[in-house]
């Protein structure tokens, strides 16, 4: 993880991000009945329920909407079988993509993937073929805009709440931690006073390439197409732009 920078991808995409945040809403209200679905509808003992929710809320997802997803899980014969989906694949100059879903409907996933790909100058790869290039973390990004804390300080807090890693910029305290540590480390952060920015289950990349210049486009273009398709949930990558 060293030298690479997940917040720098995060502001790259987040005005894109911004201008689809009815799409967003209604991606999260799909994972948000999935967990509710299979652990039951309360957050307090269905941890990926929890999970769900805390994303909504951190997007800005107005708690109704969080309401009426829990509710039609829950309620009996109501809802949907959703599947969970990853597919893996490359971009151009061999960039490492990782697309997860949630669908009711594999065949029109697969296919709308595969022509994201295409259309872009990318492929889809075989099961195996880029995860390993990446890392399943907990993230948590904080400001450091008003923030009177040095990086020892921070690199102090960070280890007593029981982080793994803290990266340090001019911009911002990225702090990175073991899946089953996320929130713990998270709750342990929010109570000693931080703002938390960014706090999530992510893939981290171990390295990452760079992106040609007369690729950009094209690559943000095959990101673009993947996040638009409704039954994306995230698409990873270890492209550096």
Known sequence: MSGHSKWSNIQHRKGAQDAKRGKIFQKLSKEIYKAAKDGGGDPETNAALRLAVDKAKSNNMPNDNVDRAIKRAT???????FVEVMYEGYGPNGIAVLVEGLTDNLNRTSTNVKVAFNKNGGSLGEKGSVNYMFDRKGYIAIDREGLDVDEDTMLMSVLEAGGEELETSDEVFEIYTEPQDFTDVRDAL???????????????????VAVPEDKIQTFENMIDALEDDDDVSEVYHNAEI
Do not use: I, K, R
């Open 75 to 81: 309620d009996a014969g109501q809802g949907d079988n």
């Open 190 to 208: 929010t109570a000693a006073g931080y703002t938390l920015d960014q706090a999530e289950l992510t893939m981290v990349p171990q390295t990452t």
